[in-house]
């Protein structure tokens, strides 16, 4: 099992930053691929951004590339997503998601979330 844990979401106004960041523990799995879902009332959850544990592939979605930076740590436990340049549309509940494969914009391809952590931006 492993289990995550999203902090950092909040309130913001229209063009500043957030910072999120998502812990892991309790692995049973030699590597990760980590990714950030996120799903606005009436929609879907879509794709943010994804890494791997090891190897630096990182894929994002177009909607937030160049605005949104996807991290980890050196010791692997623990994922950031730095957030800036906010928008009203980027309000959602973000989650953090985990999967042994590489990085996909599916999230049945994944196999352990966290929570969420709600990310409003204000006009």
């Known amino acids: 099992q492993v289990q995550l844990v999203e902090s950092g979401g909040g309130l913001v106004q229209a063009g500043g930053s957030l910072r999120l960041s998502c812990a892991a523990s309790g692995r049973t799995f030699s590597s990760y691929t980590m990714g950030w879902f996120r799903q606005a009332p009436g929609k879907e959850r879509e794709f943010v951004a994804g890494?791997?544990?090891?190897?630096?592939?990182?894929r994002y979605a177009d909607s937030v590339k160049g605005r949104f930076t996807i991290s980890r740590d050196n010791a692997k436990d623990t994922v950031d997503l730095q957030m800036n340049s906010l928008k009203p549309e980027d309000t959602a509940v973000y989650t953090c998601?985990?999967?042994?494969?590489?990085?996909?914009?599916?999230?049945?391809?994944?196999?352990?979330w966290g929570q969420g952590t709600q990310v409003t931006v204000s006009s």
């Open positions: 998601a985990a999967r042994t494969g590489l990085p996909s914009i599916r999230p049945n391809d994944y196999d352990y």
């Open positions: 890494i791997r544990w090891s190897g630096s592939l990182i």
